[in-house]
């Protein structure tokens, strides 16, 4: 009976509508122990009697072993993974221990689990309940919150509960609702339910805050004291208190049985009598505590009153007694083949050193990582190396667990365990190793101040043994060094690479390619141009593999304005690594393709890839990736004209860059130039260019933008220097497009007489590449000039070709900005309206999906490349059909041919 619960059950009764009616639908209960939310889950379950209920409670004891709670949520559908890719179906099957494999990639996990929860949703409605998720492990959260971000016509609902004072997160996309306390109506209602004499309400309340554990337990068990005397403990105390006192009436004997259930924590039965009689405990002393009424046993299953009652067993005993449970355990999961939970249990039972377990901890690790669960990987890692006795098998433990910690974006931690790994060994490659894992951490807490000297000494100690070691490390930290803004580290970068010229191999082209990005950087691109293309020539017919020295090429090839070579080997990579499940990439990726293709003016395309790669990069919860992908996206808001819906910026780490802060204030400016405020463009430009931004190859990009809106202000003089230094960049590339970029610059601060020619030579350069929004551009300031020198028949011309070419590609706020200009020119408004694309009423998502349907491609196939159901992208062409007026995937080929 739930007493005072009207607003909670009415929230619950919808989420489960919703899955009923065709949609999706979560929400987290949160509330203190005792609160209700486990009550309010099983009325959920009372309302689904049509649907497929899926229920897990983590257990504490079950934190560290990764896809524990997942396996206990999806166990009744693990007979539908033929149904799956084989990639997902295999992924998932290892890990949950049902086969041997490889390195599982956590994404892949999520998707199966997505795909596993629609498949039954696409049966009958599927309704999940998740109890006591505070508890659950970090791979299974991972999993779940990736599907619910991504569940959405696809009839599941998911209801979870957890403390409100843990301190774990709940995953992201899940809305949250307080589970408070009983207001004073309830409480009574509840009491006078329980026998208890009115009198004592008031005080009964008052005690417990309306706790309705807490009302149960003292209606129950307690005396007057219990809840008049004013200084009694708060809860969950007093609850455990109560538990304690029927606690201690029960003899040694089925204590201890109680003590290795509670330690066990999952309810397996078969585990704890088996480990009870390894105690010499007969399993006849469960009875006793069955008789009491503190656990029920059904089926295989060994369950607590309440998670307090299971915490206070734990809790109460004495530590010898928790070992020798968790010994206990070990040894029965060790003879049953559960080496994770052996190792686990066995790690628990030691207080001193103890190799063979460490060994055991350590195995259990890599089969975490393996797994995807790389923040369990960290702990038992850690654990490992705590238990070892020689300093380098700790040290190099400890190295893992950094590795692993900054795998999940655990900076701190990781930094934290390089430093006490460097504390026990002198061994070169592992202290290169340490200063990589310390460099990484500071970078990603915004403190990048260290990083050269990091990265150099790391690079020194390899440098005899490792040279093409060292190589990586010198081109990290020039990558650094120009994401960052800092040409003295260049200058470092280049020095540390000029001393393996003879590396053999790519790596000789790296070092030449790194070398030439500096003096592209420093101001002679024209010398370092050959070099930076040298290493993407060799590396472009390469189709497999080397994707770190590949993605070095292309980033650099932007450098150099070579956007046309460099796109093609980004799109082969995020096919590539896409394809094979190397997801950790792909926010980088996605950043870097994302970035230039919205230099290259392909507008709808780079918004398609971006926004895709945000939601990979906070699904991975990598914080750099996600800033610049973000900073792009306002880039891109700013060319269309769409109000700019991304979060706006904080403090978080990735905020910090410089590249980031480049493009954000890019950004800003292009939104200022559209609407025709040179002023104002022009003051944010200046803002950025006196910090570290200005060093950034973000320069390149703005330099004409910054260029157009000083000379629009009336203070050209203001902007003679960047012109300069862009100009002579543009004319070491030998780019076509960055020669006709330079050419509208020297147009725009020429006086009259020699502007006309500036801008035939930009004209004439456009002519020669695909870059249509740039030479938009061009034509838009000199179909201007044209008309403020009164000659209006004349601009319309090129102001007409620059409206038909921004609408086409999206770009709204300069098409409203060239349609004003031929209004301007006295063109008729009618002809000056630009017409809207259809394409532009989609979302991004949306638009995605149904550029890969008029490809051909299935609900499936766009599915696994989007990482979302079947049923979710036909949810989308569901949507998108009436934005585009059409009907069905014919006409949509017809209507996008290209």
Known sequence: MLYGRETETARVDRLVRTARRGGSASLLLTG???????????????????MTVLRATAVPAETGLPYAALHMLLRPLLHRLPELPAPQAAAIATAFGMRDGGEVNRFAIGLATLHLLAAAGADRPVLCLLD?????????????????????????????????????????????????????????????????????????????????LALRELARTGTAADFTDPGGPALPRRAQDLYAAELAVLDEVSRTVLVVAATQGGGDLDAVLRATERLGSPAAALDAAVAAGLVEVTGGEIRFRHPLLRSTVYQTAPATVRRDAHRALAEAYRAGGDADRAAWHAAASVTGTDDRIADELAHAADRARERGGHSTAVSLYARSAELSTGDAIRAARLIQAAESAGDTGMEAAARDLASRAATLTGDPHAMARIAELRAEAELLSGRPASVPDLLCAAAEAVADTDPGRAVILYTHLLNTAIQWGRPEWCGRARDGLVRFEAVGGHFDRAVAAGRGAVQVLTGDAATGTAAVRGLLEALRPIRSGLVGARHFAAELATLTDDLESAVPVSEALLDECRDGNLLGWLPTLHTTLGWQLTRSGRLREARIVTAEGLRLATDLGQHRPAARLEAVLRLLNAHTGTPDTAPAPDDTPGDAQPWVVAVRGWAAAVTDLAAGRGDEAAGRWDAVMTGPAGHTPVFHGWAPDHVEAATRSGRADTVRETADRFIRWARGTGRPPALALAARCEALLAGDERAEASFQDALRHHETHTREFDQARTRLVYGERLRRDRRRSDARRPLRAALDVFTRLGAAAWARRAGAELRATGESRADTTPAADLRDRLTPQELQVVTLAARGASNRDIGERMYLSPRTVGHHLYKAFPKLGVANRAELAALFPE
């Open 32 to 50: 203190e122990p005792g609160s209700g939310k486990s009550a309010l889950l099983d009325h959920a379950a009372t309302l689904a009697d049509d």
């Open 132 to 212: 006591d998720t505070q508890w659950m492990d970090e791979p299974s959260s991972e999993a779940v919150g990736f599907a619910v971000r991504r569940l959405d016509a696809d009839r599941v609902a998911v209801l979870m509960a957890r403390r409100a004072s843990a301190e774990t997160t709940a995953p992201g996309g899940i809305s949250v609702m307080h589970v408070p306390g009983l207001h004073r109506a309830a409480a009574e209602r509840l009491l006078d339910a329980c026998g208890v004499a009115p009198g004592l309400w008031p005080a009964m309340i008052g005690a417990t805050g309306g706790n309705p």
